[in-house]
């Protein structure tokens, strides 16, 4: 192999990681065989230097977190070094299908993603993909290229979601260049290091549905069973038990999701992770004054992805991966029944969807609400709260940080909660059956209060915390990135001296918007 000058005089440890995504190659994704994938270089970033990194990700890596210093690190981390490597070594763009706002838009694929190959680290297994990375044979026209404002973006946001619990895929790393990207207006751009034990999508499984390419829809659902849920081998029917175990997965990370007030923003069977992760950071929000309806991504006229949709969204999609694996499923059984027994056993599956979304969805609002042991309206009490929040556009996160302040003796600790509501009485109805709930609850107040601040944030990544961040970071100041993504660590703990970080939005916070152009 070659490298580049500044990639010669790396340290040791770069040289080392080089080499072992070179010896991982043909374990990777790419060991499926040309069908699912176009190896090529990166398109080359001039200047490139870092603007982001995370320590946390590097130790998943095992990688010690100095190589960020290291001189050819950026030059990795943009794919300007993969110029040089042998054909056999050059990173990969996968090819995958997919719906797009409830359409069939046939094929995509990564259109700017790059995969430079996995490492093993205590026993996992990781991929390295390059984000921003130029053009590919599934750019649909498009320059392959991400810009600064939107790296930055899925950079905190998927270390921040990690921090907060919920599955995801993770960032190494944003690597900046002072090359001009055109969007809404001209902007630089940047390339995002992500990380996951894999980025199939049910896309993926659409694309070789779609063409009738059975041996190659055969193999790549063999591999994911394979690699991820090997449990599904010893089933009757493996590909069935396969659509079972991300049915259910999906329906936890969406009940997740809504725990928090995380809107994804772009909910396609293509940003879809087959292994329910939290994937393809584009136009997110986490919700500020609660409003069920609330729309993250500007381009999303329709408001198909708004916030009280994900669950029924994520449902669809389903649907999308159950119709992709009926080639495969009811293999078992004998071809004069196979299609109405087959159908029968998809769909079966696909109910289950909501017997896990239902459950994960209460369990969770359960713990918010402080709620130890189980009893008839509690459902109930959690969903009044909910319509007197939206009634009052009464801040998320907030709200039921705060609520651990109510003590079940008297009112003495409402007040921080009744700041955050305009209608006073509906609240302090609410508050009153809260706080006779409270009294059916063997925990005192002190333990309540320390179990809800496990489960309730006082810290999220709001939008205009991004945007302060992206405003520095485009004038090569990347403090207040640093800052943020070390609070956003740590987002259960009171941290008084980051109180301003969990304050309400300023008022020109209600003007950002966030689209699908990034």
Request: hydrophobic share 40%.
């Amino acid at each position: 192999m070659s490298f580049s000058p500044s990639i010669a005089e790396s340290s040791t440890n770069l040289s080392a990681l080089i080499e072992a995504l070179f010896a991982q190659r043909q374990d990777a994704f790419a060991s499926l065989g040309s069908a699912f994938y176009t190896r090529l270089p990166a398109s080359p970033l001039p200047a490139p230097y870092v603007v982001g990194f995370s320590a946390d990700a590097a130790c998943l890596l095992g990688l010690d977190p100095a190589i960020a210093a290291d001189p050819g690190f950026a030059e990795l981390f943009t794919g300007n070094a993969t110029r040089e490597w042998r054909h056999e070594a050059l990173p990969y763009a996968s090819v995958y299908s997919g719906h797009q706002f409830g359409v069939w838009a046939g094929q995509l694929g990564d259109g700017r993603a790059l995969s430079l190959g996995e490492l093993d680290h205590a026993g996992k297994r990781y991929e390295l993909q390059l984000k921003g990375s130029g053009r590919t044979p599934y750019s649909r026209m498009g320059d392959g290229r991400a810009v600064l404002r939107s790296s930055i973006r899925e950079f905190l946001c998927s270390e921040a979601m990690h921090h907060l619990g919920i599955p995801t895929t993770r960032a190494l790393s944003v690597i900046g260049s002072d090359q001009p990207v055109r969007r809404e207006e001209i902007e630089t751009a940047a390339v995002v290091t992500r990380v996951s034990p894999s980025f199939v999508r049910f896309g993926h499984f659409e694309h070789f549905y779609a063409a009738d390419r059975t041996n190659e829809l055969r193999t790549l659902a063999d591999h994911v069973i394979e690699r991820f849920y090997p449990a599904c081998r010893e089933s009757d029917d493996p590909y069935l038990a396969l659509l079972d175990r991300v049915v259910a997965a999906t329906a936890e990370l969406v009940a997740q999701w809504q725990a928090v007030g995380f809107c994804h923003g772009v909910m396609n069977t293509d940003n879809m992770s087959i292994l329910g992760l939290t994937i393809d950071y584009g136009p997110f929000g986490f919700v500020d004054g609660f409003d069920a309806g609330y729309i993250c991504n500007h381009s999303d006229t329709q408001g198909r992805y708004a916030y009280r949709m994900q669950p029924q969204i994520a449902y669809w999609n389903c649907f999308c991966l159950a119709q992709s694996l009926m080639p495969l499923i009811g293999e078992r059984y004998d071809e004069t029944v196979r299609s109405d027994r087959s159908v029968a056993d998809a769909q079966a599956t696909l109910d289950g969807f909501k017997g896990h979304f239902g459950p994960a969805l209460e369990r969770r609002f359960h713990a918010k609400l402080g709620l130890h042991e189980t009893h008839e309206g509690d459902a109930a009490l959690a969903d009044r709260l909910l319509g007197l929040m939206h009634a009052s556009r009464a801040d998320f996160t907030l709200t039921f940080r705060r609520l651990s302040q109510v003590s079940k003796r008297d009112a003495s600790g409402d007040a921080p909660v009744r700041d955050l509501f305009l209608d006073l009485a509906g609240i302090d109805g609410w508050l009153a059956d809260y706080r006779a709930r409270l009294a059916l609850e063997p925990r005192e107040d002190d333990a309540r209060r320390e179990a809800m601040n496990r489960v309730n944030p006082k810290f999220v990544l709001r939008n205009h915390l991004a945007e302060t961040a992206i405003r520095r970071a485009k004038e090569k100041d990347f403090s207040e990135l640093e800052r943020l993504a070390a609070v956003l660590r740590q987002p259960f703990d009171e941290q008084p001296e980051n109180d301003a970080y969990a304050a309400l939005p300023p008022d020109w916070a209600g003007t950002l918007e966030v689209s699908c152009s990034s």
